[in-house]
């Protein structure tokens, strides 16, 4: 499993991919391949949150 930081455009499309990948393979959770689509996904989530903020609406 290889893990790395995502912080650019390129890390974030190579990581979508690897999750592509894993998710087509449908993974049992605890296996080495379940555990790489777990870690994957919450640091693109991270990523995705701080490259793609969405602003809450403003209250009237």
Known sequence: MEIYSIRTEAD????LKVVSRLMESDPDIGTPEG?????????????????FPIDLPYPH
């Open 12 to 15: 974030y499309k190579k990581a």
């Open 35 to 51: 555990d790489h689509l777990d870690v994957l996904t919450t640091l693109i989530q991270v990523y995705e949150a701080k490259a």
